[in-house]
């Protein structure tokens, strides 16, 4: 037996729970990261008097970050381990964090591009960390119910930082939201040090001359049988050619070419909807604390749409629901911009929007690292991942332009709402294309994402 086959039957372990905690709080410090300039985006154009072209560089810096974080630093992981990685990845943010706040009018925007790409940086490794060691560690029955609060759990960082730090912003300056993210992301540092333990795959592909002995350390402290010898590898042809050979080589090349346009074409309708919905609202209203309210309808509507995406993704096949959910994105979005700026009409169809939209999010999440072997996962998923920045890092600016050049609400939100269709289409052909081969079902996550 595999040794996450075995860490995942029965009881969880008081280790395991607290590498759950861990790594959900990892992904709701991703998520207050990622939602700051949504709900900041009103505070920074009056103070610095830019347009929203120049604002939408400001909010693609991060994901310009996270492209470079996910497709040249998390596949490190597999050399380094990714307990280490993460450690990394959250002093990154912190690093980021901190230039932030001494953005000036003299000094224009450019320390909040900086800060933003820093920041992304590692966001963009973190996540490919994160993901991995929450599903070796979680236990098969009570998967379904993790794995909806972990998909959740970026949504219910940004519905924190539009309730709480949002309406502060006013009164104590844009500034705030950096530092709280600073302070947040040193204790997040601290934490994963501490408390997160290492990949019990990496390990157990023998990566050090120790990989043995910790391997047992962390099966005694689950109350699991100890290993006389590491297990044998998954990944013998991995190290014949290489995780990133392995990842572009052959059929599973081919699903990884469908998955990067997949994700590349949801992520320009996922950060144009998170980075212009909120501020579009406010500007109309010319109040800029109505972008905090709409970043919570946002946030509120995530959260609840990927707990019902965890919950049906544990009956139905995700590769067959996915589809289905960014069809009814594509459409929800679109009435979001017809319906207009009026409030608080724009609040339920925001809500209703990102119900859809964001479960699109854990969909990519849970199928992509299926499609790969134990040591090209973190490279596989990084890859997929990191090139879907590049949809991200062109919705704000293309995004910005178009309101700049007069382009109306509905039509720009109508616009913008297509690439998920493409990106439901990529999802199918991909599990057409799986049902025809020997590839493991992406319907089980569990199993499929932490073999050993």
Known sequence: MKVTDQVVQGKMSGLQIRAVVVTVALVVLDGYDVSLTSFAAPYLEQGFGVSKAQLGLVMSGALIGMLVGSVIVAPLADRIGRRKMGVISTVTIAIGMLIGPFATPETGTGPLVVS????????GSLVAVAGVILAEYTGKRVYSLVMAVYAAAINIGGLLGSMIVGP?????GWQLGWWVGFAL???AAAATFAFLPESLAWLSEGRRTDSLQRLNALLTKMHRPALEALP?????????????RTVFTGRTGFFTLLMIVGYVAYMLSFYFMTNWAPSTVADAHHNPALASQLVTAFSVGGILGNVLFGYLGGKFNVR???PVFLVLATATLSLFGIAGPGMPTAWWTLFLASFFVCAGTAA???IVPTLYPTLARSTGFGVVI???RFGGIAAPIVGGAAFDA???MGAAFTVFALPMLVAGLCVLALHLGLRRSDAPDAAQPVLAGTSA
């Not at 502060?168 to 104590?172: N, R, T, V």
């Open 116 to 123: 933003r790409i820093i920041t992304g940086i590692g966001l």
């Open 168 to 172: 502060m912003l006013g009164a104590h």
């Open 185 to 187: 992301s040193a204790i």
């Open 232 to 244: 044998e590898s998954d990944s013998t042809s991995v190290k014949a050619k290489g995780s990133l």
């Open 320 to 322: 067959f629901l996915t």
């Open 364 to 366: 990519f999440y849970a």
């Open 386 to 388: 990191g090139a879907g």
């Open 406 to 408: 007069g382009m109306g």
